[in-house]
């Protein structure tokens, strides 16, 4: 029996690697503005910077690559007090159209990164090996790294639902089948937070409206998901640098 499936989509026919390297970057190393005829993709693989193009100032953290189109003026910046680590890849394409979104920062995944880092080290160059390792990339762009996006928002939604609940980095990681330090690096470079971070400042809100709304600290606690009162107003204090009885209305007899 003969199976043939049509393939859908456009790859573009002709992809030429220019060049790639890695560099460790000092504190505030900043490169640009400048203008190219080429594609180049960085991967941020430890530290932290900013990515100002057309879509504005953009945050990048490890984890994340970013991307500059042709003929686009890009200027990028390494954070001040952790600056980033990358490795990039420039190439040329019959298509300036190849990464059509409305972005240029994605979660990328890591095995590319650590390819690429090894043909780096290794000082391969063979057009072969890096043009396919574009393709990779593509591919993550339009399939994998939405993927991972969609993850992290069905993690975040879960969290809005359920701040109340025992939520720990082990129970998301086996509810959602993510290897945990993956998980807190896409969750971190989405939030600018960890769960443990995300989870409190959901419990903070709401205990805010429920004092407000004249509760008791007892049963705000409680309903917040803290199992005693002490660590609540702890907490709470903490976060607004003042006492929640201070909110809390006497209980009327």
């Not at 530290?47 to 994340?64: I, N, S």
């Not at 003929?71 to 600056?83: Q, S």
């Not at 007892?218 to 009885?245: C, H, I, L, M």
Request: glycine share 6%.
């Amino acid at each position: 029996m003969r199976n043939e499936i049509w393939i859908d989509g456009y790859v573009p026919a002709v992809i030429k690697p220019l060049f790639f390297g890695s560099e460790v970057c000092k504190k505030g190393h900043e490169f640009g503005p400048y203008a190219r005829s080429h594609y180049i993709v960085h991967f941020c693989v430890s530290g932290k910077g900013k990515l100002f193009d057309k879509f504005g100032e953009q945050d990048v953290t490890a984890g994340q690559m970013f991307i500059i189109r042709p003929n686009e003026i890009t200027t990028y910046t390494a954070d001040k007090v952790h600056p980033w680590e990358y490795c990039w890849i420039a190439f040329e394409c019959n298509n300036f159209d190849l990464f059509d979104t409305d972005k240029s920062v994605y979660y990328y995944p890591k095995e590319i990164a650590d390819e690429l880092m090894d043909l780096v080290t290794k000082k391969i160059s063979d057009s072969a090996i890096y043009t396919a390792l574009v393709y990779k990339i593509i591919y993550s762009v339009s399939t994998k790294v939405v993927e991972t996006e969609c993850a992290v928002d069905k993690i975040i939604r879960y969290i809005d639902f359920n701040f109340m609940a025992d939520i720990s980095m082990a129970f998301l990681s086996k509810t959602f089948g993510y290897e945990r330090s993956y998980l807190y690096r896409i969750f971190k470079a989405r939030t600018n937070k960890s769960v443990k971070e995300y989870v409190t400042d959901k419990r903070m809100k709401q205990a805010k409206v429920l004092l407000g709304r004249g509760e008791s600290v007892t049963g705000t606690a409680y309903a917040v998901g803290y199992k005693d009162e002490f660590n609540f107003s702890k907490a709470f204090k903490k976060r607004f640098g003042f006492s929640p009885n201070k909110l809390s209305k006497p209980q009327k007899n």
